[in-house]
């Protein structure tokens, strides 16, 4: 188990090694483009992945989270100067505490009806934001330029600041799922996953577990969006805060493999570019083409690989044993 | 505000959600009969609203008469949409739960890409018909016939579901949902009820978007606030049960009239919602669920 779980350790920092080396050869802006956010994606369903995958609590609002890390950490910087490499702290934390106060009472809900809650209650927020006009309302609030800037986290000059900045944050929160393997709350998770009245016979603590789940994806979420604002420079609320954005969330971890630590990367690196570069040379035109695709693509992967894509890696019989049986 | 005006409230509060409980219906159907949530609901919808819309282009027939081969229609994509992915999905080995959610969202998705590939991007609306733009007047408020012939419809469609429920088949689909083990033993086949009920399903919502399409916009994306409204409904009514869904569709359609009017328009679906919220906290498997 141990050394299980240093091998995977190990081969995380070789990943991480890789892929730091990997934007280097790269020159072109629009491959860059795809890089950083296939890597943002990597983070953000890393990060749905320890509620939805590990705790096993099919989340469709993510979208709230990310807006709220975006809109905190936007907001903090244009009205008190606070810098984004704070900020986007701040926007976690009310990320966190805003999946908390969803999760409290939506928790009590199983299977489809908790799904539905999650999708009612970022869908309200995406509502009231629309027409909120602290928060600019549908026209949305652009964030000025003023120089590049590692405390501002802006960079026009070059996109490798921001490839990198995507980066520290995937492995950041891949190595958070990793430490959470290892705790008590991450063994926890899997017992709620697979059985929450065998696990309450067993006196795990239901409902804290899944919070403490919460919280942690919560927060990492609200990080990504803070830093997708600060690299995109605009924010608007069909863009950080509107439901295909909680599915898009979600996505790469469940056709990569839900509740495991590879899922998220395998499903981003597959999708993100296939997703972006269908829209770019298919639906420019609003031809639908992409769509179809894309929704083609997920009913292929779900019904092909129920277990997800890493299924395919997996030894032969060793398949399964983490991609969780629901 | 006027007598009139609060009556008029009402009266589009009920039309309305007589329409939301049709596509509820539905929705609560499939869920009750397999554990199923359909995320393509609302391209159902839109699929049924295209098809009346192009039946009346191309033959010049009257949309009210159209319902009936719209609702067969429908009744066929159901009962393909459950032969080729959900018989699948309901097979799968590992992530059951996670595969039959995604699966309707992958459907979703290439629905509304398909829509916007064959029809463009278009708003489509039925110009001229019968009920086209008429409405009826008495003491100052104002029918508007199109909607107040959904309304009828979509009680009658109430109607047959409830007939059909009381059928041998109907008996069979309540037998399915109770046990669906134990109906196997009687020799149902499980398979085909769960297909029907897939059809039936569709259909109901085949009914509801060609009454829909007399009066509102059709669109590739006009399925996802009315399925959005729909999973609210059934929440709210409690999977499964059509009474609630009937009534949960109703009082939906007024939540959202009342907060048009006293708010601003656009925030009546935040009132749905809210009311959704706090009926989950105080009672969570819905107003007639039986959790």
Redesign the interface.
């Known amino acids: 188990m141990l050394r299980r779980r240093r091998r995977r350790l190990l081969a995380g920092g070789v990943a991480l090694l890789l892929l730091a080396l990997l934007p280097l050869p790269i020159g072109d802006v629009y491959t860059l483009n795809l890089l950083i956010l296939t890597l943002l994606y990597v983070g953000l369903s890393q990060a749905w992945n320890i509620l939805g995958g590990y705790c096993g609590q099919?989340s469709?609002g993510h979208a709230l989270y990310f807006g709220a890390g975006a809109y905190v950490s936007t907001l903090l910087y244009l009205h008190l100067g606070l810098p984004p490499s704070l900020g986007l702290f701040a926007g976690g934390l009310v990320a966190a505490v805003l999946a908390l106060a969803v999760g409290w009472?939506?928790f009590?809900?199983s299977?489809?009806?908790y799904?539905?809650?999650t999708?009612?209650?970022a869908?309200?927020f995406y509502?009231?934001a629309?027409?909120a006009d602290f928060l600019g309302g549908a026209s949305g609030v652009y964030i000025p330029f003023k120089g590049d800037s590692w405390v501002a986290l802006q960079f026009r000059t070059s996109k490798l600041p921001f490839v990198y900045l995507a980066l520290a944050y995937a492995a950041l929160v891949w190595l958070l799922a990793w430490i959470m393997e290892g705790t008590r709350a991450g063994f926890y998770w899997r017992a709620v996953k697979d059985d929450p009245i065998a696990a309450r016979s067993l006196a795990v603590r239901v409902l804290p577990s899944k919070l403490v789940a919460a919280g942690l994806s919560g927060f990492a979420t609200g990080v990504g969006g803070a830093i997708y604002a600060q690299y995109v420079g605009y924010i608007d609320p069909d863009s950080v805060l509107a439901?295909p954005l909680s599915?898009l969330i979600a996505?790469p971890a469940?056709l990569g493999g839900?509740g495991t630590l590879w899922g998220p990367l395998l499903g981003a690196a597959l999708l993100i570019p296939l997703s972006e570069l269908s829209r770019s040379y298919l639906g420019g035109s609003?031809?639908?083409?992409?769509?179809?695709?894309?929704?083609?693509?997920?009913?292929l992967v779900?019904?092909w690989r129920?277990?997800?894509l890493l299924?395919l890696f997996a030894r032969r019989g060793g398949a399964?044993t983490h991609?969780?049986?629901? | 505000m006027s007598l009139a005006a609060v009556v008029q409230m009402l009266l589009s509060g009920l039309l309305m959600g007589l329409i939301y409980a049709l596509v509820a219906a539905g929705l609560s159907l499939i869920f009750g009969l397999m554990d199923v949530v359909n995320f393509a609901h609302g391209e159902l919808l839109m699929l049924a609203m295209y098809a009346t819309f192009f039946l009346w282009r191309g033959t010049g027939i009257e949309p009210l008469l159209l319902v009936p081969v719209v609702a067969i229609l429908l009744f066929g994509v159901g009962m393909v949409i459950y032969r080729t992915l959900i018989a699948r999905a309901l097979g799968v080995r590992a992530n059951r739960g996670m595969v039959q959610i995604f699966i309707t969202f992958g459907l979703a998705i290439f629905l509304q890409g398909a829509a916007q590939f064959a029809f463009g991007g278009d708003f489509r609306s039925i110009g001229h018909s019968l009920l086209a733009n008429r409405t009826v007047a008495f003491a100052g408020v104002y029918l508007p016939l199109p909607q107040a012939a959904a309304g009828v419809v979509c009680l009658l469609a109430f109607a047959a579901l409830l007939l059909i429920a009381r059928t041998e088949f109907g008996r069979a689909l309540e037998a399915t949902r109770e046990d669906r083990e134990a109906v196997a033993l009687l020799g149902i086949d499980r398979d085909r009820i769960f297909a029907l009920g897939w059809g039936l399903g569709a259909a109901s919502v085949g009914v509801a978007g060609a009454m829909l399409a007399g009066f509102y916009y059709t669109s590739p994306d006009v399925g996802a606030n009315f399925a959005l409204i729909a999973y609210v409904t059934v929440a709210l009514g409690g999977f499964g049960s059509l009474a609630g869904a009937l009534l949960a569709g109703v009082l939906i359609g007024e939540v959202e009239a009342v907060t048009a009017q006293l708010f601003d328009p656009s925030l009546k679906q935040v009132g749905v919602l809210g009311v959704y919220l706090l009926v989950l906290l105080v009672r969570p498997r819905g107003l007639f669920g039986t959790l």
């Open positions: 099919i469709l009472p939506c009590r809900l299977g489809h009806y799904a539905i809650a999708i009612v209650v869908v309200i509502l009231l629309l027409n439901m599915i996505l469940v839900v609003g031809h639908g083409v992409d769509l179809m695709l894309y929704g083609g693509l997920i009913m779900a019904l129920p277990e997800g299924g399964g991609a969780g049986t629901a």
